[in-house]
Nanobody
Framework: QLQLVESGGGSVQPGGSLRISCVLTGSSLEQFAIGWFRRAPGKEREGVSSIGSRDDRTNYAMSVKGRFTVSRDNAKNTAYLEMNSLLPDDAGVYYC???????????????????WGKGTQVTVSS
C-alpha cells in the first residue's frame, strides 16, 4: 500500500529554519514528481514547491523563492523541503504529494496529484 508520511515540522522563531521530509512507502519514489503544498489557518491550500522525478526541474512559489529549497533522495525514497528565513506567513500544515512524471499539468494543480500525505505542522512565531 502506497503511503506518504511527512515529518520534521515544529515551532521556530521568525528567521529560523526547518527541514521537513516526505517518505514514500510501498513503491519507488524515482518514478514520481513531488509537490509540496501548505495550508495556513483560514486559507486555502497552496503550492509551495515541486521537483521532477530525476531532480532536473524544480519550481517554487514566488513567496518562498530564494528561501526554500526542494530536493530528493531516491535511494532513500525521501523528499525534503529546506525552509530558511521563515516568516510568520509560512506557518501552516505542509503536505507532500506525488504524481507520475509524465502528467502534463502545471505543478500547482493539486488535482493532478494522486497521493497525499497527512501533513506536518509548521509554526513560526516569536
Amino acid at each position: 500500500q502506497l503511503q506518504l508520511v511527512e515529518s520534521g515540522g515544529g515551532s521556530v522563531q521568525p528567521g529560523g529554519s526547518l527541514r521537513i521530509s516526505c517518505v514514500l512507502t510501498g513503491s519507488s519514489l524515482e518514478q514520481f514528481a513531488i509537490g509540496w503544498f501548505r495550508r495556513a489557518p483560514g486559507k486555502e491550500r497552496e503550492g509551495v514547491s515541486s521537483i521532477g522525478s530525476r531532480d532536473d526541474r524544480t519550481n517554487y512559489a514566488m513567496s518562498v523563492k530564494g528561501r526554500f529549497t526542494v530536493s530528493r533522495d531516491n535511494a532513500k525514497n525521501t523528499a525534503y523541503l529546506e525552509m530558511n528565513s521563515l516568516l510568520p506567513d509560512d506557518a501552516g500544515v505542509y503536505y507532500c504529494a506525488i504524481r507520475p512524471q509524465w502528467v502534463p499539468a502545471n505543478w500547482m494543480m493539486q488535482n493532478s496529484y494522486n497521493l497525499w500525505g497527512k501533513g506536518t505542522q509548521v509554526t513560526v512565531s516569536s
